[in-house]
Every structure is written in C-alpha cells, then in structure tokens.
C-alpha cells in the first residue's frame, strides 16, 4: 500500500501540494469563519470544590464562581479623599460596564479588613460569572483600561490585579520561533544541505498548520483548555519534523546506493515510512491515553494533541514525497563547507565503534546507566502535586506585584482565600450554625480571619470567607483544607449543614489529589497497550518489556529533576525560577503521555532497522552495531531538536510552561543518551537471540504487522539493474 502512495504523491506531486495549500488555507478560513473559544476548566464531579461550586452557580452567588482582585495602595493613605473617590467611581464603572461581574469594596460597610493596618494598602473583591477563557480576558482587558485611567488621574496612586483574567500572556510564540530556528540549525549541520534541512521544516509546519486550524474548528464542538494549540504547535513541531527527517534520510540513502529519485521515494516511504506511521500512532495512542482522566481539561488537550500529530504524520507520508519528486537529484543542492561523504560508510562511523566498545563489555555500561537513571528518578518519591500561584510570577507582571501587594498588607492567605459554601434549606437555624462555625475558625491554627456567613436572595445558600495565614501552594494550606473537611466542620455543624469547603486553592487541592488517584490507571493502560503493540510488530516478549521498562527509567528521572529544580529549588536560578513550587498536577500527566510516545518512536525507528538487519543476517550482533551505526545519527539529530523545541519553554516567564519544557526536555535527552546508546546496545548484547523470542502459540494467534520493507535495497538494486539491461536490449 505504501509503495502505491508513494508513486502516486511522487507523480502527482503538483496535485498533492495544491491540495495541502488548499486544505491549510481552507481550514484557517473555517475555523475564523466559524469561532470558538476556548475554555480551560478543572471540573472534578465528586469533590467538595465543585460540590460548592455547583451550588453557587444555581444561587444568586453565581457571579462568585471566579474571584479576582483589585490591588491599590497611596502614599497618602487609601483613605485620602482624592483617592478614595476616584477608587470609588472605578468600583462603580466596573460593576456597571462589565457583565455579571459584582464588586465587594473596602469603602463598603464591613469593608474594613480590606484595608491594611497601616492604612497604605487595600483591595477589592471583584466576583465573576463563569465565561469562556476569552471573555475572562476581554473582562480583564476592559477593567484594566478602566483602572490605568483612575490611576493617572490620583497621584502617588497604584493599582495591580490579582487573578490569572490579569496574567500577562505567557505563549506569545516566541518560545517555538526559538525551537523552530534551533531544529533548522540541527538540521543543516546533520544533512549540510540547505534543501535538506527545509523539507522537514517545511513538511512540518504545514502539518502544524493543518492541525491547529482543524483544532480551532473542533473547539466548536468539544470543549478544550486555552493552551491546547500551544501544545499542538509545540508536539507537532517535534514529531513533524522527526517524522520527515527519518523519511528525507532513507531517500538520501537510497539516492546514494544508486537508486532514481522516484524508487528512492517508494523505498523512503516502504520503510521509514511504516515506522512513522506506526510510530505516530504509538504517539496518538499515549496521548489519547489522557481520556482515561475523565476530566475536561485532559479530554480536550488530548483530542488536539493528537489532531496535530495525526496532521504531521500525514504530511510527512503524503506532501513530503511530493516535495521530494520536485526536489529529485538536488536535495544535496547548496551543500555548506562541512558536508562529508560520511553516509557513505555508515558502518565505519564513531556509532558503528561505540557499539561494539558497549557489546564487548556490556556490564559495566548496563550497570552504570542503570545507577545514573536511579539516582536522577529518586527524588520522584518526594513529589508533591500542586497548582503554582502568582508568586511564581515576574514582577513585571500585575498578578505578582498584586500577590506581593496583598501578602504585604494583609498576609500570604489574603492571594487564595477558601470560600465554603453551604445549602441552608433551613434559614435562620443554618445561618445560626454557620456563624458558629466562623467563630470556631477565628480560632483555628492556620486560619487569619474567617469573615461572618452571608445569605442569598433566597436563603438557601450560604457562604462564608477563611482566609489562610499561608499562601495558596503552600502545604500548609492544603493540610488546613484536609482539616477543616475533616475535622472542624464536622465538630461545629455535624451533619446539621452540609458545608463544602472550595474556591480555587481548594479546587486545586482537589485537582492535585484527583490526578495523583488516576495517575496509575492511565499510566498501566498506556503501558500494557504499547507492550502489546511492540510485541505483535518485533514478534517478541523481551524487547517490548525491556522498552516499556527503559521508557519507565527515563520519564522517571526527568520526574526527578524536576522535583530537585522546582520543589527544592536545586539550580533553580539557571531556569529563572525565583521560588520553589510544587510540581503542577496535570504536569506529569502530559509529560508522560508526550514523553512515553516520543520515547517509543525512537525505540520504533532503532528496533526496526535492527531487526531488518537481523531477519537479513541472522547475527544478533552484528545486526545490534549495524542498526545503531544506521540511525544513531539520525536519532541523535531528531532528540536533539526535540529538546531544543521543549527547553526553549524554559526562556519564558510562566513557571507551568518551564516545569513542562523541562521535563519533557530532559526525558528526550535521557532518552536517546543513556538509554539508546548505552542500555539498547547493552541488553540486547547480554539477551543475544532471547531478544527475538516469542513462543511458538503465541506466535501463531498474533496479527502480522511489518515495519520493516517488503523489499531489500539489493533487491531494489537488482530490480533496477534488470530494467536499465532490458532497455540497452531493446535499444540494440
């Protein structure tokens, strides 16, 4: 099947592109044509944080279901008239301009506590509806135009905003323009011809492109968190340009053993064509994986997720041999200075060496690695889930100087207050309860303040504020949280009132346990699957469980790392990290699900021209050294775009977007280091022929699936030989 596709992309090359611009350009003019925005929700059904959340949205609460400040403090005091009228008349704008938006005002009567003892500092509680992502920063955008003129017309006045509605933008694509120029420099050193280095580049952004514009149009229909095409840019770059890059270097390949353009595409596409659909598909499966969180946030990540990657295999299967056929003999056309001949003799390469210094010791090597992976995965043991505050901000930005603000003035607590929200069908009695309840929690260790219940319209929802003394990612809350639900309001109010304790730092508590539960359920599936599915197509038990063991080590030390850089703050100043967070709760989700495919690909590619070569000799070792001499390179080259992509997340400023950038840069690195150059060669050594066991009834019951060509280059060669002697037949 392949073969076909190939000669038919080959031959109808100007067809095939004409159908990729159309289908680029047409998807982009849908997906405006049609909207849809964005929304990122952390909807947990079963927890108290969205039991209390649920209940407000059926109150005449429901524009407290997001919370948000307004930071301002005065030299003069924020009780100056001047500033306190001018504040005033911006209370009043935003309550009126802004929709379903209330505003709780330090001037208002009771409004005291929000105002600092020494009377420099104050803020005021703004309370939203739920909205989309988007409306939330229009709504943001909109208070703040309101708030800069306020503040030039007082002086000595400032004004900040707490709340991620305030947050500076943190994609703002200056991360993957620094990925994409770091692979095209990757890519001129390791091919050293300008029109090699553009086909994956090439190949890869319009299948990026294709998949965020389908992304946009499936918003409409499924709901997706705001960062799912940053993600889908972010994978699909990575895999899109591996995926070609292995496809670009069989047709080098084949260009070089004598083989015409148009063969070469076919041969290209019959081998390390199979193994990048196969490979993408490993991906697609570890990254749909992510469905089995049940949440919406996974869910919608993980359908785009998979769009861009699906696009980017596509492309590299269909518009890379096409642009192939246009670029024939001259794809080593504007060759730089450096470009050797070293393809030529794959087996003669440092790879071809190194591997035989690993299969003549393979021990100590095996060993070493192993100890490496173990020391750089053991502080994994002390993670501790969480979702990183404002705190982790750059000054620079609002919502931190607005976190320092409120932290100064009032204490750490005051940046993520509990908001417990009760039913109380029995009026006056609950309220009576509640009220003793706030009295309980003035007293309570851990708690600042605990303001009195308030009562809806209709009386049968109550709720009531408890301000922390910590701050929102501090353990200390999380453990005061556990307290409260489980102890203090079952001491007060027993189960006279059902009180839910919620707000966003709870929500995120809940959020951070949620993913802790589920996390072994979605790693053991996506772990049999893959065993499975590298079993039907190496026709082997030990090579497939030593991959998903190998896989394990490797995302298990970039967990590590990650814990020793942001949990403990171990070299946190090279990543810009100015304090210590817990790692975020969706972060190890998505780096395993990313990292576990990506992880496979490489395993994919290297296994198959092994096994290629072992079904053509029969010598394990030989085929061992053979097959890592003839994809090292490549290999080495694609991780090292890899990490390029992800490490430039760490330049940015969100410390979410770094913790992920790093992980999953420093997976890839472990990846395709120590494990594909020291343990592969090492273990399949030590195994010998065991590595290609499968028993015999097993054998038999499996599906066939090849990866490898049905043809070899020699009798590719032949084939060719025997053309070119019956046309000098014809011609004599």
Known sequence: MLERLARTMYRRRKLVLLAWVILLVGGFALAGAIGGAFKTEFKLPGTESQDAYDLLAKSSFADRQVQSQVVFQSKDGVDDPDVKAAMEQLFADVAAKVANTSVVSPYDEGGERQISKNGRIAYAELNFADRSAEAFKEAGTEIRDLGDQTESSVDGLTIDYGGNMFAKESLNGKSEAIGLLAAMVILLYAFGSVLAMGLPIGTALFGIGTGTAIVMVVNNFIDMPDFTT????????????????FIVTRYRESLAAGLDPERSVVRALDTAGRAVLFA?????ISVLGLLLMKTSIFRGSAIGISIGVFTTMVASVTLLPALLGFVGRNIDKFGLPHRTRADDKPHESIWTRWSHVIQRRPWPPLVLGLLVLLILASPMLAMRFGLADAGNRPTSDTTRRAYDELAEGFGAGFNGPLLLVAATPDGDTDLQALTELSDTLND???????????????????????????????????????????????????????????????AGDDFAAYTADRLPIFMGAVLLLSFLLLMVVFRSLLVPLK?????????????????????????????????TTPVEAWAPVFIFAIVFGLSMDYEVFLLSRIREEYDRTGNNASAV????????????????????????FVLGDDVALKLMGLGLAVAVFIDATIVRLVLVPSTMELLGDWNWWLPKWLDRIL??????????????????????????????
């Open 703 to 732: 599906p066939r699936v090849n990866v490898e060509a049905g043809h070899t280059l020699e009798e590719e060669l032949a084939e060719l030989a025997e053309e070119e002697h019956a046309k000098d037949a014809q011609v004599t």
């Open 230 to 245: 940053a993600a889908t840019a972010m994978i699909g770059l990575g895999v899109g340009i591996d995926y070609a890059l």
């Open 444 to 506: 309570t260790k851990g708690v600042a303040f605990a303001a009195p219940p308030i009562a809806d319209d209709d009386g049968k929802v109550a709720i009531l504020q408890v301000f922390p003394t910590t701050g929102p990612q501090d353990q200390a809350t999380a453990d005061l949280v556990t307290d409260l639900r489980d102890h203090v309001i079952p001491s007060v109010v027993g189960d006279a009132v059902d009180v839910n304790v919620g707000g966003v730092t709870a």
């Open 280 to 284: 993408g598909s490993t991906v697609m």
């Open 625 to 648: 050294a053979d097959g890592l001499a003839l994809t090292a390179r490549v290999i080495t080259a694609a991780a090292a775009i890899m990490v390029c992509v992800f490490g430039s």
């Open 547 to 579: 991959a998903v063991i190998m896989n394990l080590l490797s995302i298990g030390a970039a967990f590590g790392v990650i814990v020793a850089v942001f949990q403990w703050g171990w070299a946190a100043d090279l990543v810009g990290v100015s304090r």
